[in-house]
């Protein structure tokens, strides 16, 4: 076979495994969105509700990767509170929720999370090769035209400070937490969703959340980490 035609075959393979990768990773799902019920909060992420990864109910999703260990998930008590249990070992993957909720309505985010085992690497958690983390929640907003914009809420494992922006590639960071000394216990967190989004699009509109999740691994750095999320709400200022 001539160099072109080794080329052209090793590029439509890749991109063959591009298309069944992205179809792995991004499944078609029946959509269920949690709404506002009140005028305070609404909650986004019910984990009490949950009983077993394997048995979602209907607007939940686990997401995996392809050809990747998925991160394992249990739903249980810590310190007398619900909880979910998230563990990995090289792994990843992501449980989401499909959303519909005004942000400009509901603009504080809440939730408590609890890092048992943090992320030990030597790589930058600022390049590819270190980004891994053992906790994270995964955004999508959607503005008035459609467009989307997705980002992560993160805990960061050496680098950042709360309130910090980083990027890597097209996925917008902002850091709610992190470093070893916040480990071992309850740390309740409150971010800002309108003043993030405004910080990373520099868009005044007021969008909609249309799915959130939790988002835990380990598989560039090749590490292992647990920890524990409560339920996430969205409250009225």
Known sequence: ??????????????????????????????????????????????????????????????????????????????DGRPAARCETNSSASILTRSTDVEVGDYPILTWDWLIEFPISSNYDESTVQGDDHPARLLLRLEDRQGGTYGFEIIWSN???????????????????????????VWQSQEVNLMQIYRDLTGRDDYPLL???????????????????????????R
């Open 210 to 236: 249309k799915s959130i999740g939790i988002f835990c691994d380990s598989d560039d750095t090749g590490t292992r980490s647990i920890a524990y999320f409560s339920d996430v709400e969205m409250k009225a």
């Open 158 to 184: 050496t680098r950042y400070e709360p309130g910090d922006y980083f990027s890597i590639g097209e996925t917008a960071h902002y850091v709610a937490n992190g470093l070893d000394e916040n480990t071992k």
């Open 1 to 78: 076979m001539q160099a072109w035609a080794k080329t052209a075959a090793i590029g439509s393979l890749v991109a063959v495994i591009g298309v069944v990768a992205w179809v792995y990773t991004h499944p078609s799902a029946e959509s269920n969105p949690i709404r506002a019920e009140n005028d305070t909060s609404v909650t986004v992420l019910p984990f009490s509700s949950l009983t077993t990864i394997d048995d979602l109910p209907l607007g939940w999703e686990h997401q995996l990767f392809w050809m990747q260990q998925p991160m394992q998930v249990v739903f249980t008590e810590r």
